[in-house]
Each structure stands twice: as structure tokens, then as C-alpha cells.
């Protein structure tokens, strides 16, 4: 029978070794908080998203865009007031932004378009160019419907 204390050697030794094997590799750790990289890619729209976020930086932005699956004006303004004034009380949000503008909408994008070389990197910009060929717009456009 072996003395107590050399079994305590087998214990103790690969328990130290685990623990500053553990420690040392904290600082690699990598935490995602983001929804992206679980969003399916066979979703044209979610597609899109994520190639949104992924090469325009937008600093913790959420956007939503509201659409009717009627043709009734009426409800969809309802729908989206309401939404509206249930999150606007909301501490989550700094600013609210609500209702663009057609005019207002195309100043945005004129904005977004005439800056794109201080958002996008080339290959961001390349690849941005390349998505939005009529052609390309034209089949996303059936895609998503």
C-alpha cells in the first residue's frame, strides 16, 4: 500500500497544471453577444442583413422597417403608431427616429452614397457596387417576395 501522501502528488500536480492552463488562456477567450452569426443564410432578407452589419459599421443601431401584407394604409399606420408609443417610453433606446419621409428617405441614402468611401473599405465598396446592379436588385426584389 502506497503512503498517503504520494497519491496527493497525482492530484495536486494536474490540478495545478489545469488551473495555469485555464488562466493563461482567458485572455483568448472571445464572447459574440450579436445575433448575426445565428440568423440562417437560406433567408434572402437575413442574408442581406447580415451583409449590412458586416461591412457598413453601425454602432449598436437597430432599425425596423414596418410593411403592410394588405394593401390598407390605415392599418398599417395604426400598427406602427402603436408600436411606436409602446416603445418610446422604453429605456433601451437613446433616440427614436420615426416616420421618414419619402424625401427625407432619399436624402439618407443620397448622404450614405456620397460618403460611402468614409463608411465601406474597397472591398466593402466593391462588393456593395456589385450588389446593386439593376439586374441584381431586380432578382433580390423576387427573392424576397
Not at 38 to 45: K, N, R, V
Not at 50 to 71: Q, T, V, W
Amino acid at each position: 500500500m502506497m503512503p498517503h501522501h504520494k497519491n496527493r502528488k497525482f492530484i495536486v500536480i494536474p490540478t495545478v497544471i489545469f488551473i495555469f492552463l485555464s488562466i493563461s488562456l482567458i485572455p483568448h477567450l472571445e464572447v459574440n453577444e450579436t445575433i448575426i452569426p445565428m440568423l440562417p443564410d437560406s433567408e434572402p432578407m437575413a442574408r442581406d442583413f447580415k451583409f449590412f452589419m458586416e461591412h457598413i459599421p453601425a454602432g449598436e443601431n437597430l432599425y425596423i422597417d414596418i410593411e403592410s401584407l394588405s394593401s390598407d394604409m390605415k392599418a398599417l399606420e395604426s400598427g406602427a403608431d402603436a408600436f411606436y408609443t409602446a416603445i418610446r417610453e422604453s429605456s433601451f433606446f437613446s433616440d427614436i427616429i420615426y416616420r421618414f419621409s419619402h424625401d427625407q428617405y432619399l436624402k439618407l441614402l443620397a448622404t450614405i452614397g456620397e460618403n460611402k468611401a468614409s463608411l465601406l473599405d474597397e472591398e466593402g465598396i466593391s462588393l456593395l457596387g456589385d450588389r446593386l446592379t439593376p439586374e441584381k436588385i431586380t432578382a433580390r426584389v423576387f427573392d424576397i417576395k
